[in-house]
């Protein structure tokens, strides 16, 4: 029953699916999590991986009919969302949980004036009246920096800029003071410039208020500044979970040391070539078999293609912790990288070749010959996307069906 | 499709270069490939339906003037709306510029018009940000690829079909993939397709506008290798288009930001990096993101005030200086608003428009970006992973 104890948001063995007319969509595969109060946790990963989803599921606003929560549950102050009424839920949304979207016009509404949308949102969770709901959108606008709020109000959203709607979405989503806001890619519609300018103020804010923050984004660089933990996510699974300054310092799983990897850097040496990740990201219509980064990862173990490894502690034997600095590092895999292969960016152990998918070792040394993978490891070449990886699969269709 | 589309009949040539007289003389690395003088590029606002009037002018090149040097990437940066992408429509001929001029090869091809133009359009290309839009889906690979070959008239029939198949290894396809629509690609393999096409007619110049931005964070790097590959492979020169100063760092030799239609500051790679002197670059390298919580923890951001004004109303003088954080610690001088700063080298291949550029050095703005280079030059690592130990904050 409902207790207070432990973190703010937990979120156990969470399984969501897609029925779509394409096949069922595996977007969600088992994720476990928690928040604590006043913590920033970072959700990092490409398109489809599941870090949207997971959250919708905890707004219990997935697409439907097809989005569906086929199991586990999610804690938010002990009360499972999962089985909590609709009723329920128009309730914790808004006061208790908020978000924030990427495209900040397509969640204000184009013909309700700032005004009508904020005012509307603070009256229908607080007993307040039509003044002074009034005045604490004034207060709010003023808080997040937008010039003269009086006038302002009376505007519609398309009379404002991308960075000022970003702006105005914080402002409503904080209006009511919750303790846990989702930020869904806040910046990436963004100039860099008003990236910086809207990230700052969604710090300032919420360390003020001691505002727990799930910050979801495909962008390292983002999460390196904002959040003090973070999840990488793959195909539907937390790869890895370390608090920040481990997770940069030390990645151990073989994807997040490809993100790291094949990413420019701003402050990185001239002329540094970046080590890609080869293959595409994979087709979420098929069960999950195995490890799902294996087609890609030039670590991959022969049984990277048949089990796949749960988040484990890289140091057995201490008590996990989930929240906060301290907490855990924990990686699914059955091969992790080194330090050393960490920072080069691919395996370094003598006559390692990644192990070809089981088909293919069947079939001897044609089909490993014509797999692409070593070839293309051994030259550091730009590497092929889709065909090499999926040597031995039937050739790969494009992934549509997709969603993130 | 929106690829250059010139109608089929134009006998292929080379008749058209002539010897270059007035072209500035060749500079450090080589000759200049393209050279653009003072181009400007607006597009009318009008208003009414029947009876329509100019109203006004959306400013969105206003007095570009840049050379890119032939085996060179010269990259373009700036925030949206700022003209870095029509600036690369216009330097291709696909605006009839407003006004300015743009010489390619030594030819001035600012007014060219019909099989001229599509001459010489032969030898530069585009590659689009969306692989997605920019390829007809009615459309198989292979066509799409060989289209150009098609409408250049280039080779037989078969000899096309050979063509078709090389370019399809070269950036990393399987040429049996070429029946294939463009629906059945990822978004990685639909950009090689694009790629393939810009190479098809052997180009000179290739204009790439954002090609990457729209791809996933591991498949960027992919196509990012490729470029980089095919450029020393056939000797291209590139004008890569982005907003991401770490992405536009990578792959160029010099760099030009722009700021409402105009450029700011030209200079290389590393120079820019290292030695900004326009406050405006100062501004962009401190907001770019490092993957990074030891480097993020200590930089100084500068955080600018406001957004990018509207380009159909620049602010007069420096276009910068409503958002501008040096003009307000100098106290507002009036000539950032009154006066236009022409783009002139600072230093030997390192050109500023501000007037006081010379007050940007020393700033504790400035001197964040040198710290941050000379600091990861010292450390030598690239990734968070090289200095383990750093764990301690």
């Not at chain 1, 928690?34 to 970072?42: M, P, R």
């Amino acid at each position: 029953m409902p207790t207070t104890d432990g973190p703010l948001l937990s979120v156990r063995d969470l399984v969501v699916r897609f029925r779509t007319h394409d096949g069922t969509v595996h977007a969600v595969n088992g994720v476990s999590f928690d928040v604590a109060e006043g913590e920033t946790l970072g959700l990092v990963g490409e398109s489809g991986c599941g870090k949207s989803v997971t959250n919708l599921a905890v707004m219990r606003l997935l697409p439907k009919p097809a989005g569906h929560i086929e199991g586990g549950e999610i804690r938010f102050e002990g009360i499972d969302l999962t089985k909590a009424s609709e009723a329920q839920m128009r309730d914790l949304r808004g006061s208790d949980i908020a978000m924030i979207f990427q495209d900040p016009m397509t969640s204000l509404n184009p013909v309700l004036t700032i005004e009508e949308q904020m005012v509307e949102t603070i009256r229908a969770h607080r007993p307040v009246g039509q003044k002074e709901a009034r005045d604490r959108a004034i207060e709010l606008l003023r808080m997040v920096g937008i010039p003269n709020p009086e006038l302002r109000l009376r505007s519609f959203p398309h009379h404002f800029s991308g960075g000022m709607r970003q702006r105005v979405m914080i402002a409503m989503a904080l209006a009511l003071e919750p303790k846990l806001l989702i930020a869904d890619e806040p910046t990436t519609a963004l100039d860099v410039t008003i990236q910086a300018q809207v990230l700052e103020l969604l710090q300032r804010l919420t360390t003020e208020r001691g505002t727990a923050v799930i910050l979801i984004t495909h962008d390292l660089g983002v999460v390196a500044g904002m959040a003090s933990r973070i999840n990488v996510m793959y195909a539907g699974f937390v790869a890895e979970t370390a608090s920040t300054p481990v997770l940069f310092a030390e990645p151990r799983h073989p994807y997040t040391v490809g993100l790291l990897h094949s990413m420019p850097r701003l402050d990185s040496p001239e002329g540094e070539p970046l080590i890609p990740i080869e293959g595409t990201p994979p087709d979420l219509r098929r069960a999950p078999v195995g490890c799902p980064f294996a087609p890609r990862c030039a670590w991959r173990l022969p049984r990277c293609w048949e089990a796949n490894p749960s988040l484990q502690p890289l140091v057995g034997g201490e008590p996990i912790v989930t929240t906060g600095p301290g907490v855990t590092h924990r990686i699914a895999c059955w091969n992790p990288p080194t330090a050393d292969e960490a920072r080069i960016g691919r395996p370094l152990r003598e006559g390692f070749v990644p192990a070809p998918p089981p088909g293919a070792a069947g079939t001897g040394a044609a089909a490993s010959g014509t797999g692409g993978d070593v070839v293309v490891f051994a030259a550091g070449g730009d590497g092929q996307d889709g065909g090499t990886a999926a040597a031995g699969h039937s050739p790969e269709p494009a992934a549509p069906g997709r969603r993130s | 499709m929106s690829m250059v589309h010139p109608v089929p009949g134009a006998a292929p040539s080379t008749a058209t270069t002539t010897a270059p007289s007035n072209v500035p003389a060749p500079t450090a690395n080589g000759a200049p490939l393209v050279e653009v003088t003072d181009l400007r590029m607006f597009f009318p606002i009008t208003q009414g339906t029947v009876f329509t009037h100019h109203v006004g002018d959306v400013r969105a090149v206003d007095g570009v003037t840049l050379s890119v040097r032939r085996g060179e990437t010269l990259g373009l940066v700036g925030e949206s709306g700022c003209g870095k992408s029509t600036a690369g429509r216009a330097i291709l001929r696909l605006y009839r510029p407003t006004d300015g001029r743009i010489v390619f090869d030594g030819t001035d091809i600012t007014h060219l018009e019909g099989g001229a133009l599509r001459r010489m359009r032969r030898r530069m290309q585009m590659i689009f940000q969306d692989p997605y839009a920019s390829l007809n889906p009615r459309m198989t690979a292979a066509g799409i690829v060989g289209e150009p070959l098609d409408i250049h008239q280039i080779g037989t029939t078969s000899e096309r079909r050979t063509r078709v198949r090389e370019l399809f290894e070269v950036v990393g396809l399987d040429p049996e993939y070429g029946e294939r629509y463009p629906h059945e690609f990822s978004g990685g393999q639909r950009q090689r397709i694009g790629v393939a096409r810009a190479l098809a007619v052997n180009p000179d110049l290739i204009i790439a506008d954002e090609p990457i931005s729209a791809l996933d964070v591991s498949i960027q790097a992919q196509i990012i290798n490729l470029l980089e590959r095919l450029q020393s492979q056939f000797g291209l020169t590139y004008v890569f288009i982005a907003h991401d100063l770490s992405v536009v760092r990578h792959i160029s030799d010099r760099i030009a930001v722009m700021y409402l239609g105009r450029i700011v500051e030209l200079a290389g790679s590393r120079e820019l990096n290292e030695r900004p002197m326009h406050p405006y670059s100062v501004a962009l390298l401190s907001a770019v993101p490092i993957p990074d919580p030891v480097v993020e923890s200590r930089r100084r951001r500068v955080i600018l005030k406001g957004d990018v004004p509207n380009p159909a109303a620049p602010p007069p003088g420096c276009h910068f200086h409503t958002r501008c954080w040096l003009r307000e610690r100098l106290g507002n001088p009036a000539e950032c608003e009154t006066v236009a700063p022409p783009l002139v080298d600072a230093l030997p291949g390192h050109a500023v428009a501000c007037h006081f550029a010379d007050r940007v050095a020393g700033t504790p703005e400035a001197s964040a970006s040198a710290d941050l280079a000379s600091s990861l030059r010292a450390g030598g690592g690239a990734v968070g992973t090289a200095r383990p130990g750093q764990v301690t904050s």
